[in-house]
């Protein structure tokens, strides 16, 4: 079986450095990230200031089985997603980290109407951080996690 040629069909896969990994990673990004609503997800991005070294985008997926449903539905909507930000994931800031949670309603869009969505939203989000500077300095990533007194 040949794979496909046509570039509108290949996205690579990310490697462990794109991804957020851990419940840290995901509670940071909504907690301190920026977020827009798309009624069929909601996508959420935590931008940082300066060049960190090894640093790049990193993304990640939530697909709740409250909302999405059993695991082949959750799966599907996790496989579409990741597309959607591998193919606008240029239209986002250089360095941040990306959370995208998917809504129940995401099964009644169609994939153009999500793509038209998810690209408004990360227009939105590019638009802010252009606006005001990343929340997140070079110097407090270095900080310990557990440091309480001095």
Known sequence: MEKHKNPKYFCPMPTKTHKLRNVADFASVRKLGR?????????TCLAYAGRLEGRTRRFGVVASRKLVGDAVRRNRAKRVF???LRTHAEKLPPLCDVAV??????????????SEKFAKACVQLTHHFEKS???????ELKKPASASHA
């Open 82 to 84: 990741r597309v959607l």
């Open 133 to 139: 500077p990343p929340p997140l300095q070079e110097a």
């Open 101 to 114: 949670i998917i809504r129940a309603s995401y099964e009644n869009a169609s994939f153009a109407r999500l």
């Open 35 to 43: 977020y827009t609503e798309q009624g069929s997800f909601r996508l």
